[in-house]
């Protein structure tokens, strides 16, 4: 089962303020990594799948890259809503797995 | 617009079936080419993946359930349903359906208690 290691745990930033967020794999998955947005009481919304694509929808604020092991998300500024708690996820094998989650809190 | 639905009991006794029912509208859980799953997430932790099908029939399993969770689909009602026995309090959590991954429920917290 490929395991999912996601850091920082936490990340306090001030609106305006770049997040880079890192998701890194147990072993390849090639580009098969997604990545969500959780608010408190609210299912996940996806922002990007397959490492670098937007979902409709997603502001252009968010940029996801990396393939193999190592992936990236980055805010390039945050706004207010985006203050949240961020999931990746690996597709490439079954069993599916998710990430710890990033929490990214205003300082 | 999909939309989907989760439910059943909030409140399962320990060694009992958790039964979930998911309700899809706006499309249909036959259409070729998806997946659809469940995902749990106990109460301030992190997401679960437990369990997905496929358009064609085939199922998915978390290891650590298997032999406890069977995931059916009854495609006359739209529906998909998720059954998980021998409940203990480690399943209790917040329970999610979804077509992987943009559509999601508003998810149904499942208590485990006598």
């Known amino acids: 089962e490929i395991v999912l290691t996601q850091s920082p745990a936490t990340l306090s930033l001030s609106p305006g303020e770049r997040a880079t967020l890192s998701c890194r794999a147990s072993q390849s998955i090639s580009g098969y990594l997604t990545w969500y947005q959780q608010k408190p009481g609210q299912a996940p919304r996806l922002l990007i799948y397959d490492a670098s694509n937007r979902v409709t929808g997603t502001p252009t604020r968010f940029s996801g890259s990396g393939s193999g092991t190592d992936f990236t998300l980055t805010i390039s500024s945050l706004e207010p809503e985006d203050f949240a708690v961020y999931y990746c996820q690996q597709r490439s094998t079954w069993p599916l797995v998710f990430g710890p989650g990033t929490t990214v809190d205003m300082k | 617009q999909l939309q989907l639905q989760e439910s059943g009991p909030g409140l399962v006794k320990p060694s009992e079936t958790l039964s979930l029912t998911c309700t899809v509208s706006?499309?249909?859980?036959?259409?070729?080419?998806?997946?659809w799953g469940w995902i749990r997430q106990p109460p301030g932790k992190g997401l679960e993946w437990i369990g997905s099908?496929?358009?064609?029939?085939?199922?998915y399993y978390k290891p650590s359930l298997k032999g406890r969770i069977t995931i059916s689909v009854d495609r006359s009602k739209n529906q998909f349903s998720l059954n998980l026995n021998s409940v203990t309090a480690a399943d209790a959590a917040v329970y999610y359906c979804a077509r992987h991954w943009e559509y999601w429920g508003r998810g149904t917290l499942v208590t485990v208690s006598t």
């Open positions: 706006g499309g249909s859980v036959s259409s070729s080419g998806h997946f």
């Open positions: 099908f496929s358009y064609d029939g085939s199922t």
